[in-house]
Every structure is written in structure tokens, then in C-alpha cells.
């Protein structure tokens, strides 16, 4: 398999999960209409160190600005960040740049990680398959149009809540399975 193969097929994934799970199991009722849409920019960073993956994330950030009919990115680390310890490191340096950047208030993080796990959670509880994905991801989300949707959603605090319940009733080897396939197809 090729270097861009490999990349398209990154992305795949990443789709895939997008629309089966996110989408699928309305994990997030905002993300339909952003992925018919083709609104979501799918960006794949290489980087294995956090300075060149804040050196992305800034070059997103931008984009983002310059460019409105981007609704939302999902910057996608294909080769490094695999230890979720060092992902939720990247993940507080990426909050620190959102602000010293000034997108406080503009922009929001929302992290999904292979081997993400809630604090106080067993590692293997079905709740943590709601923020798991194929591979680490930052998701940049507009604060704007977050704030346009969830003022039309009926009770947008129970999402959270709601979407533990979901992941609880499928189980957690319903997510490894899915999650297995879409790696396995995308090879």
C-alpha cells in the first residue's frame, strides 16, 4: 500500500466511524447534516511530537477562519499520539493554543481517541465507545453554530447521558467489533 493509499484509507476509517457510530447511533444529532453536506474537513497530521501537531492545529484554526463553508475538521493523527496518555497531553496544549490564538469562545475541542477512557471508568466500559475512534482526533467545532443548534434541541444537556445509556444497552463488544471491521476494511 501506497503513503497516499494509506492516507485515503485513514480517512476512510475515520468516515466510516463518523457514519456508523456518531451518526449512526446519534451520538451526535449535529453531525448528519455536516457529513450529507460534505462540510467536514478530514485533515491527517503525521506528526509524533506535539509541536508540529500544534503547528497543524494552528494551520486548521486558520482554515477555518478563512474558510466559513468549512463547517467543522477532524484533525486525524495517523502515526502518532497512540498512547492516550500523551494524546490527552496534546489534547491541554491544543486548549492553551485555542486561547492564546484568541479562539476562546470561537472555537471548541472535542477529543476521540482508539483507547479513550472517561476518568473513573474501567478501561472496557461501554461508556468510553462514545469518544473511541479509529485513530486519535481533535474535532474543531464552531462555537457559533454549536451554540445555533443546541438553542432548537430538546434538553442538549441529557446528550451525554443519553449517549452513555445507548453505549450501555449496545455493549462494549458490539463498539470492538465495529471498530474492528472498519479497521479491517480500510487496511
Given at each position: ?29 449535529f453531525?448528519?447534516?455536516e ?81 479513550y ?58 463498539f ?12
Amino acid at each position: 500500500m501506497t503513503n497516499t493509499q494509506r492516507c485515503d484509507a485513514d480517512i476512510l476509517k475515520t468516515q466510516q466511524w463518523l457514519e456508523e457510530i456518531i451518526i449512526g447511533l446519534n451520538f451526535c444529532p449535529f453531525a448528519k447534516k455536516e457529513f450529507v453536506n460534505s462540510t467536514i474537513h478530514y485533515q491527517l497530521c503525521d506528526a509524533k511530537k506535539i509541536a508540529p501537531a500544534l503547528d497543524e492545529l494552528t494551520k486548521q484554526f486558520e482554515k477555518l477562519v478563512l474558510q466559513p463553508e468549512i463547517e467543522t475538521t477532524l484533525l486525524i493523527f495517523n502515526h502518532g499520539f497512540k498512547g492516550f496518555e500523551g494524546y490527552l497531553d496534546l489534547l491541554d496544549y491544543s486548549n492553551d493554543l485555542l486561547i492564546e490564538l484568541g479562539f476562546e469562545g470561537i472555537f471548541q475541542l472535542a477529543s476521540f481517541h482508539p483507547d479513550y477512557y472517561f476518568e473513573g471508568e474501567a478501561f472496557d466500559d461501554a461508556s468510553n465507545y462514545t469518544n473511541r475512534s479509529p485513530l486519535p482526533t481533535i474535532h474543531l467545532i464552531r462555537e457559533a453554530s454549536m451554540e445555533k443548534v443546541l438553542s432548537v434541541y430538546k434538553n442538549p444537556d441529557k446528550i451525554p447521558e443519553n449517549n452513555i445509556m445507548l453505549a450501555q444497552d449496545k455493549g462494549a463488544e458490539f463498539f470492538k467489533k465495529t471498530l474492528q471491521r472498519i479497521h479491517n476494511k480500510h487496511q
